[in-house]
């Protein structure tokens, strides 16, 4: 699969709280999960995304020994 076609399903149903989370590094990665907005309207931002992508790297920090 390439990426976007993974992520098309990912965001149909979770697109304001998806995260993306990049495995195998030697350091947490997380990052939101959308796109460039082009549909949002101008200057109107929306954190759910972004407020995921926190909690998750928290939680992943509070797991790593």
């Known amino acids: 699969m390439y990426h976007d ?24 990665r997380t990052s939101p999960d959308h796109g460039t907005a082009m549909t949002s309207r101008p200057g109107v931002a929306h954190p759910g995304s972004m407020i995921a992508a926190l909690r998750l790297a928290k939680q992943l920090a509070a797991k790593k020994d």
């Open 5 to 28: 076609q993974g992520l098309a399903p990912l965001k149909a149903v979770a697109f304001d709280t998806g995260v993306n989370w990049t495995l195998g590094l030697p350091f947490i």
